[in-house]
């Protein structure tokens, strides 16, 4: 449990440095914990590289190389990640072969799988795996790899070569950002490549991605927007990244947080 309120709060550093410099006395008042607690935060995040220590507080030094911690990027935007994921996983029919990508939201579509009576599954997930080992309905492929602790996934050159191989009615797909311009790009170069191949290998694409992935520009590219068949989110994206859509004949589900609505423009 305790593990679970540090990571909880150092999500929450996170996402206010996304807003700028903060300070260890409002932080902590934000979090409300003690102005040491937060000092011992800072420091050992400090030490991760997620941010960098200044007189009475901190600043980011998040890049476009950056990965925030799984068991941290788990523990945000909870209720939008459930909702987007609950949709998404309408959109599987009965014997269909999906592509599960990495990552949280992507995750938290397996919570919804009840009315599947059959399907084949492919991932590069572990964490997808190991929560539908037990649903007899459900084969799981794994590709060939080597596991990486931390995120679960599968990574390497013979996951790379693995699932080219592989064939696919639907994608699901994370991304680490989304811009008008850039399209779809991601932190990690092999992470941006496994996404790559996804895509190419599959006949509809669909992205999953909360409010806070719009408007950025991460390291590397994914693919274009005109790539993906279906986007869905939470709010509807500012009217550039809408325009985009649109002109890419994307269709996008914006999701209720708090009801079954979706709005599909």
């Known amino acids: 449990m305790d593990n679970l309120f540090v990571n909880n709060r150092r999500a929450l550093i996170l996402e206010q440095l996304m807003k700028g410099s903060v300070t260890v006395a409002d932080m902590a008042k934000i979090a409300d914990v003690s102005e040491i607690t937060i000092r011992r935060d800072f420091?050992?995040?400090?030490?991760?590289?997620?941010?960098?220590?200044?007189h009475g507080g901190a600043v980011s030094v998040n890049g476009r190389t950056t990965v925030v911690p799984y068991a941290i990027r788990q523990l945000k935007n909870q209720a939008e990640k459930c909702a987007i994921a609950r949709h998404a996983a309408t959109l599987i029919s009965n014997g269909d072969s999906i592509a599960l990508d990495t990552g949280t939201t992507i995750l938290n579509m397996t919570d919804y799988f009840n009315h599947i009576e059959t399907l084949t599954l492919l991932t590069t997930?572990?964490?997808?795996a190991a929560k539908l080992i037990n649903n007899s309905k459900i084969r799981i492929v794994l590709p060939e790899g080597v596991l990486e602790g931390g995120e679960g996934a599968l990574v390497g050159e013979t996951v790379v070569k693995s699932l080219q191989?592989?064939?696919?009615?639907?994608?699901?797909?994370?991304?680490?950002?989304?811009?008008?311009?850039?399209?779809?790009?991601?932190?990690?170069?092999?992470?941006?490549?496994?996404?790559?191949?996804?895509?190419?290998?599959?006949?509809?694409?669909i992205l999953l991605a909360d409010s806070s992935k719009f408007n950025k520009i991460a390291f590397k590219q994914v693919s274009s927007l005109e790539q993906i068949?279906?986007?869905?989110?939470?709010?509807?994206?500012?009217?550039?990244?809408?325009?985009?859509?649109?002109?890419?004949?994307?269709?996008?589900?914006i999701v209720s947080t708090t009801t079954d609505k979706v709005q599909i423009i």
Request: charged share 30%; aromatic share 8%.
């Open 125 to 128: 997930s572990f964490f997808v």
């Open 229 to 253: 068949n279906k986007i869905i989110t939470d709010k509807i994206p500012s009217p550039d990244i809408c325009d985009a859509i649109k002109n890419a004949n994307v269709e996008l589900h």
């Open 43 to 54: 420091d050992e995040m400090e030490k991760q590289g997620y941010l960098k220590r200044v």
């Open 165 to 205: 191989d592989y064939f696919v009615d639907k994608c699901f797909i994370g991304v680490g950002a989304i811009d008008a311009a850039a399209g779809l790009t991601e932190h990690g170069l092999q992470d941006a490549q496994i996404k790559k191949i996804l895509i190419s290998r599959s006949r509809e694409t």
